[in-house]
């Protein structure tokens, strides 16, 4: 059976759009808004970190025009390292 690929977005479970994200992540990209979580999910500091971190990361984004799969791959290797 075919599975609908999933956000890229680390603890996103919503179904990918547009590069790799779903439609509310790849939205938050494109607006330079920070990316976080759409849901609510267990684990809050480690929320709150990504929270932060996604502001630091956006602010990057925005100044260096980084990719999409640049940006999410930042994302996920920060949240590894929590
Ligand atoms: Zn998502």
Partial sequence: MK???????PGCE?????????RGHYQQHNR???A???RQEG???KKDALAELNLVLTRK???KAMRP???I???RRAVEAL
């Fill in 36 to 38: 976080r979580p759409l």
């Fill in 73 to 75: 791959d930042q994302v």
């Fill in 69 to 71: 799969a640049d940006f």
């Fill in 3 to 9: 599975q609908p690929k999933q956000c890229e977005f």
């Fill in 32 to 34: 330079g808004h920070a």
């Fill in 61 to 63: 984004a925005r100044e």
């Fill in 14 to 22: 919503e179904e990918a759009y547009a590069r790799g994200l779903c």
């Fill in 43 to 45: 684990e809050r500091l």
